[in-house]
């Protein structure tokens, strides 16, 4: 695995569940990466820090002190058409709701793709901010996330007290 070469700034971010890498290009956010994740791309060290980076760090700070639900950065995320095209929908999922891999699939026109979208889903470079933990199994488990699936769970039980219930049409409602 090779440095992204947009990988210029960065700021370390402790949180329960560990620390968290915010990666910037300069302009926006391009990662959020946990200590020993899967799919941990190789960092350079010391880098500088940004005012992203530091915006990105006080917002991650606020989620999980319980003050914020929503995020407001830059974010410039690389990927596949098809992998963009998930990270986009995965920001739609409210807050304190999840939906499954079909549910996604569906919601991005390709209801026969719920393995590629959990694949996609797999590689988001901004955890946290784009909540891929908000995705699970069609039978409401806990399934795949790079950060091991206690974090995931840690994540969900975090944000279960301000779930909001939210239904599309043709879907069922999904427990966290």
């Known amino acids: 695995m090779k440095t992204d070469d947009r990988f210029r700034y960065s700021i370390d971010c402790p949180s329960p569940v560990g620390v968290w890498t915010i990666l910037s290009d300069g302009a926006a956010v391009v990662g959020v990466y946990l200590a020993g994740q899967r799919h941990l791309p190789i960092i350079p060290r010391d880098l500088p820090t940004n005012a992203v ?29 098809f992998e963009e095209r998930v990270w986009n929908a995965l920001r739609e999922i409210p807050y304190g709701t999840t939906w499954s891999y079909g549910q996604l699939a569906r919601h991005i026109g ?29 039978n409401g488990k806990h399934v795949g996330y790079a950060g091991g699936l206690n974090v995931k769970a840690w994540l969900l039980e975090h944000e279960a007290p301000f779930a909001r219930p939210t239904k599309r049409r043709g879907e069922r409602l999904l427990p966290l």
């Open 110 to 138: 390709a209801p026969k793709a719920a393995r590629a979208v959990g694949a996609a889903n797999g590689q988001n470079p901004i955890a946290v901010i784009i909540p891929c933990h908000r995705v699970i199994g069609s």
């Open 53 to 81: 980076c530091k915006k990105a760090a006080r917002q991650i700070t606020e989620y999980f002190a319980g003050k914020r639900s929503e995020f407001d950065l830059p974010l410039a995320p690389a990927g596949t058409e």
